[in-house]
């Protein structure tokens, strides 16, 4: 196992928080996505919001997703992060065909392995940061990590890391947006994922919270966390390495970048 050494501050100390599993190894495929379809049915309508896409990402990449609205990216990326099944097609998840589990063991698989960021944060506005943090570990029942680390200890440590280290106690409603994503990041991040998916999370930033963010998900990536991230903004798309471009549920265009 190896540790991540997030530190945005440079000079701050060397913080042990992110144990990314799963070390590079010879098969360094973590998505491979065989066409896939994904049909909604509304009572009689049928929308086909993926049409057989195809889509392999390498351990370490960095993946921006574009398109218009509309176009099928969350479909996929709720897919990728195991929070949807496709109708037809495979995808294999670090090798293991997960097309076809039930929803039990999708969530075990997405527990430890995907780290999800939405755009609406998605945070329990009753709960403290900290609470919001810990909620990924509340199965650990206390344990601690293979660093003796409590699950308060953990939460503190993956807060300092998004730079949230002074707003332990402070509830949604007493965060700004981009504070309100740093906590979700750091929810993310608490299990150390080797992917982290993220559906328009500066969506509903400024441009300077948007940087933010981007900067720990780029600091995240250069850790060696595999980081796919759907955006609409070209600003945002091109902090990535590769982007892929959607249309009417097919991919249509995928460039690494010069
Ligand atoms: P994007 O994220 O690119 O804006 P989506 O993946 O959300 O696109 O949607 C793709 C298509 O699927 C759209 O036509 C949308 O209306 C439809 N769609 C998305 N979610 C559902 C759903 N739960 N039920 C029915 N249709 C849906
Ligand atoms: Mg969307």
Same mark, same amino acid.
């Given at each position: +196992?190896?540790?991540? @050494?997030?530190?945005?501050?440079?000079?701050?100390?060397?913080?042990? $928080?992110?144990?990314?599993?799963?070390?590079?190894?010879?098969?360094?495929?973590?998505?491979?996505?065989?066409?896939?379809?994904?049909? #909604?049915?509304? %009572?009689?309508?049928?929308?086909? &919001?993926?049409? %057989?896409?195809?889509?392999?990402?390498?351990?370490?990449?960095?993946? &921006?997703? @574009?398109?218009?609205?509309?176009?099928?990216?969350?479909? *996929? @990326?709720?897919?990728?992060?195991?929070?949807?099944?496709? $109708?037809?097609? !495979?995808?294999?998840?670090? %090798?293991?065909?997960?097309?076809? +589990?039930?929803?039990?063991?999708?969530?075990?698989?997405?527990?430890?392995?995907?780290?999800?960021?939405?755009?609406?944060?998605?945070?329990?506005?009753?709960?403290?940061?900290?609470?919001?943090? @810990?909620?990924?570990?509340?199965?650990? !029942?206390?344990?601690?990590?293979?660093?003796?680390?409590?699950?308060?200890?953990?939460?503190?440590?993956?807060?300092?890391?998004? =730079? *949230?280290?002074?707003?332990? #106690?402070?509830?949604?409603?007493?965060?700004?947006?981009?504070?309100?994503?740093?906590?979700?990041?750091?929810?993310?991040?608490?299990?150390?994922?080797?992917?982290?998916? &993220?559906?328009?999370?500066? =969506?509903?930033?400024?441009?300077?919270?948007?940087?933010?963010? +981007? &900067?720990?998900? $780029?600091?995240?990536?250069?850790?060696?966390? $595999?980081?796919?991230?759907?955006?609409?903004?070209?600003?945002?798309?091109? !902090?990535?390495?590769?982007?892929?471009? +959607?249309?009417? =549920?097919?991919?249509?265009?995928?460039?690494?970048?010069?």
């Amino acid at each position: +196992m190896q540790d991540s @050494m997030l530190d945005l501050q440079g000079s701050a100390p060397i913080l042990t $928080t992110v144990a990314i599993k799963g070390a590079p190894g010879p098969s360094d495929r973590v998505i491979d996505v065989q066409k896939v379809t994904r049909l #909604y049915k509304l %009572g009689s309508v049928e929308v086909p &919001a993926l049409q %057989g896409v195809s889509l392999a990402v390498e351990r370490g990449e960095f993946v &921006a997703i @574009m398109g218009a609205s509309g176009s099928g990216k969350s479909t *996929l @990326m709720n897919i990728l992060g195991c929070l949807d099944r496709p $109708t037809g097609g !495979h995808y294999f998840l670090d %090798g293991e065909d997960v097309s076809q +589990m039930n929803k039990d063991q999708l969530a075990a698989i997405r527990s430890r392995r995907i780290g999800f960021v939405f755009q609406s944060f998605n945070l329990l506005p009753r709960m403290s940061a900290l609470k919001n943090v @810990m909620l990924p570990l509340a199965y650990d !029942h206390g344990q601690r990590n293979g660093h003796g680390q409590s699950p308060e200890e953990r939460a503190r440590q993956a807060l300092d890391v998004v =730079g *949230l280290g002074e707003r332990l #106690y402070h509830r949604p409603n007493e965060l700004s947006g981009g504070q309100q994503q740093r906590v979700a990041i750091a929810r993310a991040l608490i299990q150390g994922p080797p992917l982290v998916l &993220a559906d328009e999370p500066t =969506g509903n930033l400024d441009s300077k919270a948007g940087e933010e963010i +981007m &900067a720990i998900l $780029t600091r995240l990536n250069a850790e060696g966390v $595999t980081v796919v991230l759907v955006t609409h903004e070209p600003d945002i798309a091109a !902090h990535a390495r590769r982007i892929v471009r +959607m249309q009417d =549920g097919l991919i249509v265009s995928d460039e690494v970048q010069p």
